[in-house]
Nanobody, 115 residues
Framework: QVQLVESGGGLVQPGGSLRLSCVASGFTFSRYAMTWYRQPPGKERELVAAISAAGGSTNYADSVKGRFTISRDNFKNTLYLEMNSLKTEDTAAYYC????????WGQGTQVTVSS
């Protein structure tokens, strides 16, 4: 079955950096676009960044453009999100997502940006 396992979250000061990972299994990773979402406390889930199956095309929410970079390693079945210049408003639970015949989600990893 499809499994997505996120890691790399934590507590970081404003201006700091984190790298999130999402290890995928149960489907042919290299055939599907992948997406990072986040859900801030008390708010709805929102799209952060997306990447095409081969990794040649990416898209970002305006709020993270220039600070976050999505990438993937199709040999390792792993999706990444490099987050730099973190702000307090980036605090959220971060989820990776794949849409095969339906949406699949990981369990999420918490990112807290606070001084």
């Amino acid at each position: 079955q499809v499994q997505l396992v996120e890691s790399g979250g934590g507590l970081v000061q404003p201006g700091g950096s984190l790298r999130l990972s999402c290890v995928a299994s149960g489907f042919t990773f290299s055939r599907y676009a992948m997406t990072w979402y986040r859900q801030p406390p008390g708010k709805e889930r929102e799209l952060v960044a997306a990447i095409s199956a081969a990794g040649g095309s990416t898209n970002y929410a305006d709020s993270v453009k220039g600070r976050f970079t999505i990438s993937r390693d199709n040999f390792k079945n792993t999706l990444y999100l490099e987050m730099n210049s973190l702000k307090t408003e980036d605090t959220a639970a971060y989820y990776c997502n794949v849409r095969t015949w339906r949406d699949y989600w990981g369990q999420g990893t918490q990112v807290t940006v606070s001084s």
